[in-house]
């Protein structure tokens, strides 16, 4: 079984190709379940996601292409939403999809991992960063109100590295993950950006792991070329670690898989 549920359109404006298109790559790669999760709509930072205006046909896209292709290719529904307290909406929030990815993407509006905005690395303690990062994490996971956390170790991406011991720094993210039920991404978009590796790394897998948080796949793809890039070298640092199993969803229900 190969899933991939974290996949973009061209409605976030800041991606390319068609959904068909999308589609007709993760077939051609044996991919079993694929999931479309667009950037969630949200009065801020509004250039880079989906608007509220397009929500229906948005989900009309999905819903078609998933009766399309229902024999040849399981269509999930999905949204990515941006864990910004006092932005999310209810019409995302109590949406009537298959899941929620939850990501935080921005600490008091700075979009850290936007490369317009690197600037505000600068005269900013590293570690400090980082903390704040995995505290709006564990906040995310405690409101309960998403399936999947988005690229666990985002904060990372232009390798700015703390000095602390990454698990120390994540581990009440990690428990808090855990108490929610949540699932944690191999999201292997990290590949393809500064950092070079997957999200998360090696070590925070091995600490989810130790707390049987399960696991699904994502390409995170914004381009035809990289759906299912990296697939192979996700399965085998799961494998490596000891997961065999991934989780996929169907109305926001989990359904546990051999990969």
């Known amino acids: 079984m190969k899933i991939d549920l974290h996949n973009h359109t061209t409605?976030?404006?800041?991606?390319?190709?068609?959904?068909?298109?999308y589609i007709q790559r993760a077939i051609?790669?044996?991919?079993?379940?694929?999931?479309?999760?667009?950037?969630a709509p949200m009065d801020f930072d509004e250039k880079y996601r989906l608007p509220f205006c397009d929500m229906d046909a948005y989900v009309n896209d999905i819903i078609t292409a998933k009766e399309k292709y229902?024999?040849?290719?399981?269509?999930?529904?999905?949204?990515?939403?941006?864990?910004?307290?006092?932005?999310?909406?209810?019409r995302v929030l109590y949406a009537d999809v298959d899941y929620l990815i939850g990501s935080v993407h921005f600490l008091d509006k700075w979009g850290f991992d936007n490369p317009e905005f690197l600037s505000g690395w600068k005269n900013k303690k590293i570690d400090e960063i980082w903390k704040a990062y995995f505290d709006a994490t564990q906040a995310m996971a405690t409101s309960g109100k998403?399936?999947?956390?988005?690229?666990?170790?985002?904060?990372?991406?232009?390798?700015?590295?703390?000095?602390?011991d990454v698990k120390i720094l994540a581990?009440?993210?990690?428990?808090?993950?855990?108490?929610?039920?949540?699932?944690?991404?191999?999201?292997?978009?990290g590949l393809r950006k500064p950092v070079g590796e997957m999200y998360p790394s090696r070590a925070l897998l091995e600490s989810a792991y130790s707390l049987d948080i399960p696991i699904t796949f994502s390409s995170d793809a914004?381009?035809?070329?990289?759906?299912?890039?990296?697939?192979?070298?996700?399965?085998?640092?799961?494998?490596?670690i000891g997961y065999n199993k991934a989780v996929t969803f169907q109305g926001r229900d989990k359904q546990l898989v051999t990969f």
């Open 70 to 90: 229902k024999d040849q290719i399981d269509i999930l529904l999905g949204y990515e939403v941006d864990w910004l307290p006092g932005h999310m909406d209810e």
């Open 171 to 189: 581990k009440d993210a990690l428990k808090a993950i855990k108490r929610s039920g949540m699932v944690i991404e191999i999201n292997t978009a």
């Open 146 to 164: 998403f399936d999947i956390v988005g690229h666990l170790d985002l904060i990372k991406v232009f390798k700015f590295m703390p000095k602390e």
């Open 28 to 39: 051609a790669l044996n991919i079993n379940v694929f999931g479309f999760s667009e950037h």
């Open 222 to 240: 914004h381009a035809i070329e990289q759906i299912g890039a990296g697939y192979d070298l996700a399965v085998t640092l799961a494998k490596d």
């Open 11 to 21: 409605r976030c404006n800041h991606a390319v190709g068609t959904v068909d298109e």
